[in-house]
Nanobody
Framework: QVQLVESGGGLVQAGGSLRLSCVVSGRFFSRLGLGWFRQAPGKEREFVAAISYTGVVTSYGDSVKGRFTISRDNGKNTMYLQMSSLRPEDTAVYYC?????????????????WGQGTQVTVSS
């Protein structure tokens, strides 16, 4: 049974930091491409960050470049998203996602499993 469980969301003031985690079970973790997406109220889900199965290649959405860092620990079957210099417009539900292709996953069409989401709220 495949499970993706996010944690680490919460309420933070603008300029603050949060670290999201996503634990993946039921998959061959070290072969998966991984990504984070987010959906704000009234908006479509958007790409945030992605990392290849080796961890060598990363990709970021334009709105988070330089502020967010994606990483993975294949020994712990866990992916992370370190978020710094948070802004009110970063408020959204954040979803982790897996792709069987191994490369960075930027498109929802490449995603085969989603987590349940974790709420991040940034106050001004």
């Amino acid at each position: 049974q495949v499970q993706l469980v996010e944690s680490g969301g919460g309420l933070v003031q603008a300029g603050g930091s949060l670290r999201l985690s996503c634990v993946v079970s039921g998959r061959f973790f070290s072969r998966l491409g991984l990504g984070w997406f987010r959906q704000a109220p009234g908006k479509e889900r958007e790409f945030v960050a992605a990392i290849s199965y080796t961890g060598v290649v990363t990709s970021y959405g334009d709105s988070v470049k330089g502020r967010f860092t994606i990483s993975r620990d294949n020994g712990k079957n866990t992916m992370y998203l370190q978020m710094s210099s948070l802004r009110p417009e970063d408020t959204a539900v954040y979803y982790c996602a897996t792709s069987p292709y191994g490369r960075v996953v930027r498109a929802e069409d490449d995603v085969d499993y989603w987590g349940q989401g974790t709420q991040v709220t940034v106050s001004s």
